[in-house]
């Protein structure tokens, strides 16, 4: 059975760094400009005699994500070569780190790191064109942070969580976009699969573009791998690449091990002491760490108690959580802020399911206060506030005059509604009898009755409530 065997996944991930210029040349870091070969140099072009400078903010941002997740950063550090040949590569090797990389370990997620790395981006091939493949060399000495797991995840789940928590975190150091779907965070999967207790082959899965895609890359990977061992065949250690269109992946090339790339310290660039630069030392990284999403997580639920999901929605979504606290600043009441926190997190996602960034439409921070307190004192049904919400969305209002446009306040004055039972009560005397018998179903044929009256504009809580009085 499928249940027998266990996977074993490590992480690869790639993200492309923000930088004004590229990792060893001069050349603007525009990687997802559309010209193609525009951004390009005798230095990044690997033309002979040239000589490669180091970017300083690239190796403070590899280091700032070193610190953010608890890595140790290195002191000494160097550049290797990593050998080969690829007609996106024109140097034919990578500059990238091998022995000395600039953070070893940390966690992020529960999940052990290995490694962070600082390398360069390859060019892109394109190979549309009949007969022909070209490349685009924007992107060739692109800074790369490349961060390796430990094989400690088993689930397709626990990956995508950490690639996810990675990503929020990339965005939050500001140190990549991340965005997986413009190939600036790539995912790799190395994935075996074996009974408990005994080693599986390690298969590497590359062309992931989307969380989405890396949670089913791995569903497959896992039933493939069974199914092989099932058969009593072995799994080949090899790199497959996944095919968004057959929903599989499909067999790339035979993996290659460490010592084919040939790696050695690149004899044109320095070695660093990551302590003798001032910018690299500790405490001044510590001082520019911003507050990181976990650290979020924990103050918006110390500080204003609310739902979990309510919070994740919070820390995704940078402009969203800015006016939920904005919000919450000013109602202070931790009642108020969980229904608002209802409203920003059930409602207005539901009107704006059309654009995720931006879930608050047109609502304003006053005019939604000013809505959840009319909510909170009964001035509006809940279909009333929606449907204000809604409209307060298309078009920046004050609630109240909508509220009063649309006859949506509800009556809550109490010597009115008394005299409403009153009628009601006078006028069926045999409902009155049959209520008084046991039969309290009938309490919703009263509201009813008194929701006709005032067409709509009753608080039915307010006027059950003193419907019980009288018919005690
Ligand atoms: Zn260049």
Redesign the pocket.
Known sequence: METDYKMTIGLEIHAELKTKS?MF???ANVPLERTPNI???P???GHPGTLPVINKEAVRKVLLVGSAVGGNLADYTEFDRKNYFYPDIPKGYQISQYKFPLVSQGKISNINLTRIHLEEDTARSTHETPGASLVDFNRA?VPLLELVTEPEIHSADQAMNFAKELQLILKYLDVSDANMEKGEMRVEVNISVAREGERGTKVEIKNINSFRAAGRAIEYEFKRQSDLLKRGESVIQETRGWNEGKQATISQRKKESAHDYRYFPDPDLPKLIISEVEEFKKDNLKKLLPELPNEKRSRLLKDFGIKAEDIEVYINNENTGKFFEEVSNELKDKELIKLASNYIVSDLSGLSKNSEDNLLGNVTKNDFVKLIKMIKVGDLSSRGAKDILKAMFEDARDPEVIANEKGLIQKNDVEEIKKLVEKILGENPEAVREFKSGKESLLQFFVGLAMKETKGSLNPEVFKKILLEYLK
Do not use: E, L, P, T
Request: with cysteine.
């Open positions: 590229k040349c001069g050349c951004y390009a140099c230095i990044c072009m000495g």
